[in-house]
């Protein structure tokens, strides 16, 4: 299943936030995993983790400066046309750093696909 590498870049603060999306199955475990949105409101970033159904779990605290990491309040999900079909992701939410709302128009030019 296809995942995105975002790099955003806040209006408000010019804070660059990166963060990936996507699910994925975890072969270890034969679980489906997606990819979290966190925060660290000690260093103010967005952070993405894969979720508890995975055996690659990285924890519950930030390796930068070990604050606790929180869920962040915004959302990242996919547009569907009348008949079912996927279409384009869409992220929307707040900077953690200063609260500006940040979307994928504010990309600094570099998204990374997987699949």
């Known amino acids: 299943m296809p995942g ?5 870049r806040c209006s408000g603060c010019q804070t660059v936030h990166k ?7 975890c072969l270890d475990h ?3 995993w997606e990819y979290q ?3 660290c409101p000690s260093c103010q970033r ?3 983790r894969q979720s508890e159904h995975c055996c690659r779990e990285q924890g519950p605290v930030c390796e930068i400066c070990g604050g606790e990491l929180e869920r962040w309040s915004g959302r990242v999900w996919h ?3 009348p008949e079912g079909w996927v279409g384009a992701e869409r992220v ?3 900077c953690p750093a200063c609260g500006t709302a940040i979307t994928l128009a504010d990309t600094t030019g570099r ?3 997987w699949d």
């Open 4 to 8: 995105s590498i975002h790099e955003l």
């Open 19 to 25: 963060f990936e999306t996507g699910t994925s199955y």
């Open 30 to 32: 034969g679980t489906l």
């Open 37 to 39: 949105q966190l925060i």
């Open 46 to 48: 967005l952070i993405s």
């Open 79 to 81: 547009e569907c046309d």
């Open 92 to 94: 929307e939410g707040p």
């Open 111 to 113: 998204i990374g696909l």
